[in-house]
């Protein structure tokens, strides 16, 4: 059982940074593939970026490639996702996800944490 907890959302202008934390219970996290996904007023949620169990692989999605950066740190039982150069439509709810099988993770994650709100201002 792995339980998810986001944390620094927040309002920013255009071209500020974030640093998105996701916090799991849990003392095989070490081993699961963890993800974040967005989802904005009226859209569907989409992927963001993952990162494998181990973190030598990372994936993003193209509108962020760039600009957002996914890591983690398995002795803290954390990710992270950096935010950079935001823009007004990064704006969204964004959700830590997690599973032990790295395919399953870009489309039906087990585990999704609350999210947190991410605002960007022009």
């Known amino acids: 059982q792995v339980q998810l907890v986001e944390s620094g959302g927040g309002l920013v202008q255009a071209g500020d940074s974030l640093r998105l934390s996701c916090a799991a219970s849990?003392?095989?996290?070490?081993?699961?593939?963890t993800g974040w996904f967005r989802q904005a007023p009226g859209k569907e949620r989409e992927f963001v970026a993952a990162i494998s169990s181990s973190g030598a692989y990372t994936r993003y999605a193209d509108s962020v490639q760039g600009r957002f950066t996914i890591s983690r740190d398995n002795a803290k039982n954390t990710v992270y996702l950096q935010l950079n150069s935001l823009k007004p439509e990064d704006t969204a709810v964004y959700y830590c996800?997690?599973?032990?099988?790295?395919?399953?993770?870009?489309?039906?994650?087990?585990?999704w944490g609350q999210g947190t709100q991410v605002t960007v201002s022009s």
């Open positions: 849990g003392r095989t996290f070490s081993s699961y593939a």
């Open positions: 996800a997690a599973d032990a099988n790295i395919v399953a993770l870009f489309t039906t994650p087990h585990y």
